[in-house]
């Protein structure tokens, strides 16, 4: 029953990032690559992996060790999504030598109860407890996994690094740059399975649209002091007066901000105001699973993301506000409690919907922010 609980987690929450993330890209992923299962493999004789299409055919493409710097700067903070911050309890990081570290993710049994999908006393969940080595010359990464992927991890009363439950290959092939994984789990070697090779692209395109992500960025956003209240930190960007106005980018945000939750698997929009609009989730039965009430007013800059869940309790918050004089952005959470919640991730995710919201103030698309 409690892995069941977490698979019916409301799709805005956490626990299920996954889905919305592969969902999105279905909906035209302009930075991305495709996995090819069950292909012969080039490494092993006779063996099959799953294979990406070309990273050199992307633009811009991208070389090996990027990918595979991109790749374990994800797996030391592997948390997939901005909302699943707000579970998290703690991400704790063991580094035993240079090529090699152990990752453990640890989502707050508080927070999992106060949603609706926690155990009896309140007991954490260990979402990923990973081990992982990379050999440079060989150009592969290897992570061994104490919890399985596909329940969500497992309670931490249960957890336990006694047993290596599967281990994942991910091997950089050359001419052209591509990308082959293959997973060992159960005595058998898999390459083809629906499960691993979505979850395989996601992590793929999730690595490559973070490279891409810094690559193409007009302007950069990392934390930092913020602007709007001295003292607390802020994922902040540079000026962007050289790049985009103010009323452009303003009005681009809140289209896009729009655009993306109405897009979210079973999404109704209620346009309240001119200043406000409210998104609501509805799971297939019909029940309101959650609902984000965003109100923004361009005259002070000022815009706010209340994420409630099905009963209407505040689970967390995402405040933005956009100054003049330097026109710059700065995006900060708040979780259930109050507390100011800004990351590296959280920051890197701002990061494309930065680039996003200024190539659209420009005449262009959103989905960049995506992939």
């Avoid at 969500?152 to 050359?174: H, P, R």
């Avoid at 815009?303 to 405040?319: N, P, T, Y």
Wanted: net charge negative; hydrophobic share 35%; aromatic share 8%.
């Amino acid at each position: 029953q409690d892995k069941q609980q977490l698979d019916l987690v409301p799709i805005s929450t956490p626990c299920i990032g996954i889905v919305v993330i592969d969902k999105l890209r279905a909906m035209g992923n302009s930075y991305g690559v495709k996995m090819n299962p069950d292909q012969d493999s080039p490494t092993t004789e006779g063996c099959l992996s799953a294979i990406s299409d070309s990273l050199e055919d992307l633009d811009p493409p991208v070389k090996a060790d990027q990918f595979i710097d991109g790749l374990l700067e994800y797996l030391r903070y592997p948390v997939d999504d901005g909302v699943t911050e707000f579970l998290v309890k703690s991400v704790d990081l063991e580094e035993h030598s240079p090529d090699s570290f152990t990752v453990k993710v640890i989502l707050d049994g508080k927070k999992l109860s106060s949603a609706g999908y926690g155990k009896e006393g309140d007991v954490d969940r260990v979402r990923r407890w990973k081990k992982v080595t990379v050999d440079r010359a060989q150009q592969l990464v290897i992570t061994e996994d104490y919890v399985p992927e596909a329940e969500l991890g497992a309670w931490a009363d249960e957890a336990t690094n006694k047993e290596v439950l599967a281990t994942c290959n991910i091997k950089m092939l050359t001419d052209p740059v591509r990308v082959e994984c293959w997973l060992f789990m159960g005595g058998q070697r898999i390459s083809g399975d629906e499960g691993f090779v979505a979850a395989l692209t996601m992590w793929t395109n999730k690595v490559l649209s973070e490279i891409n992500a810094n690559a193409s960025a007009a302007v950069k956003l990392k934390k930092g002091p913020s602007k709007k209240e001295p003292g607390q930190t802020s994922a902040v960007s540079e000026p962007m007066d050289d790049h985009v106005y103010y009323d452009a980018f303003w009005s681009a945000m809140v289209a896009i901000t729009k655009e993306f939750h109405s897009n979210l698997p079973r999404a109704t929009v209620e346009d309240v105001s001119d200043k406000e609009f409210h998104v609501s989730i509805h799971n297939e039965s019909g029940k309101l699973t959650n609902k984000t009430i965003v109100k923004h007013t361009e005259e002070t800059g000022e815009m706010s993301l209340v994420f409630q869940d099905g009963e209407g309790k505040v689970a967390h918050q995402q405040l933005r506000q956009l100054h003049k004089d330097p026109l710059v952005i700065e995006f900060w959470c708040m979780d259930s409690e109050g507390k100011r919640l800004v990351t590296d991730r959280f920051a890197m995710e701002m990061q494309k919907a930065v680039n996003a919201t200024i190539e659209k103030a420009k005449g262009g698309g959103f989905l960049s922010w995506f992939g």
